[in-house]
């Protein structure tokens, strides 16, 4: 069984900077690609970010480009999400994901394509 503990959510003032951590139990952790999604209060959870299993390629939401950066440490078993510039509508809770397939960064975007998920950790963006 995987698990994935998320850490460094919290509250900021707009303009600030959060980075979230995801730690990942288990020794495949390479070979997968993973991702980071967001879960507002009234909203729809929301793809934000993911990562490929070797790093290769990394996409993102339209509204968090050049703002967010997603990086990994398969050393460490660790997905990171560097979140500067922060706004308001930034605010919910962030979760990361490990993709269902190996080896795969395929509808990255589709929750669906995720097997295992963490607890979530709250941003809080005060305007």
């Known amino acids: 069984q995987v698990q994935l503990v998320e850490s460094g959510g919290g509250l900021v003032q707009a303009g600030g900077s959060l980075r979230l951590s995801c730690a990942a139990s288990?020794?495949?952790?390479?070979?997968?690609?993973m991702g980071w999604f967001r879960h507002a209060p009234g909203k729809e959870r929301e793809f934000v970010a993911a990562i490929s299993w070797s790093a290769g390629n990394i996409y993102y939401t339209n509204s968090v480009k050049g703002r967010f950066t997603c990086s990994r440490d398969n050393a460490k078993n660790t997905v990171y999400l560097q979140m500067n510039s922060l706004k308001p509508e930034d605010t919910a809770v962030y979760y990361c994901?490990?993709?269902?397939?190996?080896?795969?960064?395929?509808?990255?975007?589709?929750?669906?394509?995720?097997?295992?998920w963490g607890q979530g950790t709250q941003v809080t963006v005060s305007s």
């Open positions: 994901a490990r993709k269902r397939n190996t080896y795969s960064s395929a509808r990255y975007d589709d929750p669906a394509e995720y097997e295992y």
């Open positions: 288990g020794r495949t952790f390479s070979i997968y690609s």
